[in-house]
C-alpha cells in the first residue's frame, strides 16, 4: 500500500479543519488530522501511538517513530490552525489552490505543510538501517493553550537527543524566542454616588495607580535585563486593554486591565508573577479595594539553545545561515524540557501565518527537503 504525494498528503490535511481557540464557538478537535498521519507513517513502517490529551479525548498528540535507540531526532510540529475569517480568502481556506508558484490553505505554512516535507525526507531512509530513531511528533492546540506539549513534557516524553520544531522560518535556524504570559488585574471597589467620593471605593482611581506602577516595572525590567540576540534586546509590557465602571456619575466598583510580558532568555515567569504581586498589592490594600492577577493563558517560557550546541552547528552547516532568534512563541521550551537539543526551523514564512490567503511557496519545498535529509543523515545514521 503507497500513500499519496507531498501535494496530496498536503490537499488532504488542509481538508481536515482543525482549528484551536480559547473561545469555545471556534474550537474543534485535530483527531482527524493525527489519524490521517498516523495511517500514512503506519504504511511506511513507522510504529504510532495515538495519545489523547488528558481530559479532552478530541485533541490527540502523535510520536511516530522509524528504528530504536537511546537517542534520535524529532521533527515535530502542530496540527491545529488559528480560526480564519473565510470571506477574506480569495478561495476556501480549506482547499488546497495552487497559483503564482504557491499553495495555498489554512496551515499551508502554518504549519501542515511541515507533515508532508518530514515525511518526505522520511521515505529516503526506509530501507536504510538507522543507528539511531527517527521520531515525526504532531501535536494538539499549540495555537491557543499549548495543551499538546504541556502533556508531553508532563508525561516525559518523547526521549530523543535532538528536536526540530519545523514553524515557518524560511529555513533558518532559530535557536531563541522570548516567552510570554497574558495577565488580567482585576480590581473589586465599591460603587456609589459621584457627588461624595467617601461613599464608594473606586477601583479606576486604584487602576490608575496600577498603570503607572506596571510602567516603573516595565522600566525596571529593561533596564536589569538585556539580550542581544533579538533585535529588540529589552523585554516588553503591554497594556492591551480596560475596562471598568457604567456610568460618569457613579464610583467605579470594579476595573479590569489585560496586559502581557515577553521576557527574554534569563528570565521566568512564575517569578515575574511574583514580582507583580508584590508591587500591586500594597497599591489595593491603600485604596481599600480587592485585587486579583489572573492567568489568561499559561503562559511560554523564554527559549534559547547554546550557539555550540551540535544541532545549531548542523543546522547552520547544512542550511548556509546564522541561527538567529524570532519575536513569536514555541512549542521548542517544552522540547528542551525534556532534554533534548532543540531549534526552530521550518519552511514558508511567519509573515503570511494568522492572516488571508495564507500559503508556502513552492521554493521553499525542495530546500526543506533536503535540509530535513541532511539533518537525518547526521543524527540517525
Known amino acids: 500500500m503507497s500513500i499519496p504525494d507531498l501535494k496530496t498528503q498536503l490537499a488532504e490535511l488542509i481538508a ?12 474543534m478537535g485535530n483527531l482527524a488530522v493525527i489519524e490521517r498521519l498516523a495511517q500514512w507513517l503506519e ?5 504510532v501511538r495515538i495519545l489523547p ?4 479525548p478530541n485533541k490527540a498528540n502523535l510520536l511516530a517513530t522509524l528504528g530504536t535507540g537511546p537517542g534520535g531526532l524529532v521533527l515535530a510540529g502542530h496540527t491545529d490552525t488559528v480560526p480564519c475569517d473565510e470571506q477574506l480568502w480569495d478561495s476556501s481556506p480549506f482547499t488546497l489552490s495552487e497559483r503564482d508558484n504557491r499553495f495555498y490553505g489554512l496551515g499551508a505554512t502554518d504549519m501542515k505543510g511541515f507533515f508532508p516535507i518530514a515525511i518526505e525526507a522520511a521515505r529516503t531512509f526506509l530501507d536504510t538501517p538507522l543507528k539511531q530513531p527517527l521520531m515525526i511528533l504532531a501535536t ?13 513534557a508532563s508525561q516525559g516524553f518523547p526521549k530523543a537527543r535532538y528536536a526540530v520544531i519545523g514553524e515557518p522560518t524560511g529555513l533558518r535556524p532559530i535557536r531563541m524566542h522570548k516567552g510570554i504570559m497574558m495577565e488580567a488585574v482585576r480590581l473589586q471597589g465599591r460603587s456609589g454616588h ?20 506596571l510602567v516603573n516595572l516595565r522600566k525596571a525590567l529593561q533596564s536589569r535585563y538585556q539580550h542581544s540576540g533579538f533585535t529588540l534586546p529589552t523585554p516588553t509590557l503591554n497594556l ?33 508573577r511574583q514580582q507583580i504581586r508584590q508591587r500591586l ?44 532568534a524570532v519575536a513569536f512563541g514555541t512549542e521548542a521550551g517544552f522540547m528542551q524540557q525534556l532534554g533534548m537539543e532543540t531549534i526552530v526551523m521550518g519552511p514558508g514564512s511567519i509573515d503570511v501565518a494568522h492572516q488571508p490567503n495564507e500559503y508556502l511557496a513552492h521554493e521553499q519545498i525542495v530546500p526543506a527537503v533536503e535540509l530535513l535529509r541532511g539533518l537525518i543523515k547526521r543524527f540517525c545514521l
Open 240 to 272: 492591551g486593554c480596560i475596562h471598568g465602571g457604567d456610568n460618569p456619575n457613579r464610583i467605579c466598583g470594579q476595573c479590569e486591565l489585560q496586559f502581557d510580558l515577553r521576557g527574554v532568555p534569563g528570565m521566568h515567569n512564575d517569578e515575574l
Open 140 to 152: 494538539a492546540d499549540e495555537e491557543s493553550s499549548m495543551a499538546g506539549a504541556r502533556a508531553l
Open 53 to 56: 490529551l488528558p481530559d479532552n
Open 281 to 324: 498589592q500594597p497599591i489595593a490594600d491603600h485604596h481599600q479595594v480587592n485585587f486579583e492577577l489572573v492567568d489568561l493563558m499559561p503562559g511560554i517560557e523564554p527559549f534559547e539553545q547554546d550557539a555550540d550546541s551540535d544541532l545549531v552547528k548542523a543546522a547552520e552547516q547544512l542550511s548556509g545561515h546564522q541561527a538567529d
Open 16 to 27: 481536515l479543519p482543525s482549528i484551536s481557540s480559547a473561545s469555545p464557538r471556534h474550537d
Open 194 to 213: 459621584s457627588s461624595d467620593p467617601a461613599l464608594g471605593r473606586s477601583a479606576l482611581d486604584a487602576m490608575h495607580d496600577v498603570m503607572t506602577e
Open 43 to 47: 504504511t511506511l513502517g513507522f510504529a
